[in-house]
């Protein structure tokens, strides 16, 4: 099965960067300029969340248009999405929780991907059918680092990516953990600056981001 190379490019996608934005699009014009922001800002790696009707048509976009971005699909909550993502352009698929029937439908898709979990129990589940990196979602409200170190003695092997009431202050304490990748979160592209199209600010908090270390 395709798993384990699946594992080794998502490993390295997560790898590329600190921080990946969690990016909610109401309108798909900017997601290619929005793209190119966050790449040169030292973001390449973007979660776009299926929560819009332009949800799609931007990872397409982005896909077509700015090959140094890797974009993912966020918010994918069946299986019948996966086909879906995975032909617009998707690099990789991830998902804020996994009922164990979407989890198999996801062994099967043709890209990487990052499946969510709250629990020791859901994250051994995830961990017995070949998934490697979980979203840890949401990570704030379901025990924050605290819970993540406290994993890392029974599951050494599992790796996360904590999203969920993550801002540019706690950050910090998330990425400094052994088995913490990456963070997620959506301080980096906040509804006010989408809205308005202020690439500018988006480019400031991208930077600031990219510069985060544990
Ligand atoms: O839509 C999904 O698939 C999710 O898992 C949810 C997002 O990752 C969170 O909404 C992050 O939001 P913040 O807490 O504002 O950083």
Redesign the pocket.
């Known amino acids: 099965m395709a798993l384990v190379s699946h594992t080794d490019v998502l490993r390295d996608q997560l790898r590329l960067a600190p921080v990946i934005p969690?990016v909610t699009v109401d309108d798909a014009r900017i997601s290619i300029d929005l793209a190119h922001t966050l790449v040169r800002a030292g973001l390449p790696v973007i979660?776009i969340?299926l929560?819009t009707s332009a949800a799609l048509d931007a990872i397409s976009a982005i896909a077509k248009a700015v090959p140094e971005a890797v974009v993912a699909a966020?918010?994918v909550l069946a299986g019948s999405q996966i086909r879906e993502v995975a032909d617009a352009g998707a690099k990789f698929i991830?998902?804020?929780g996994t009922p164990v029937k979407l989890a198999e439908d996801l062994r099967e898709a043709p890209i990487p991907v990052m499946p969510?979990c709250s629990t020791v129990s859901e994250a051994m589940t995830l961990a017995d059918m070949g998934f490697s990196y979980l979203?840890f979602?949401?990570a704030?409200a379901s025990g924050g680092a605290a819970w993540l170190k406290s994993v890392n003695g029974p599951l050494p092997n599992l790796m996360f990516c904590p999203?969920?009431?993550?801002?540019r202050t706690s950050a910090p304490s998330y990425l400094s953990l052994p088995n913490v990748v990456c963070v997620?979160?959506?301080?980096i592209t906040p509804a006010e600056a989408m809205k308005k199209g202020d690439l500018a600010a988006i480019e400031r908090l991208a930077a600031d981001a990219a510069s985060l270390q544990g």
Request: proline share 9%.
């Open positions: 969690v979660e969340t929560r966020g918010t991830v998902t804020p969510g979203k979602f949401p704030a999203t969920g009431g993550i801002d997620g979160g959506t301080w």
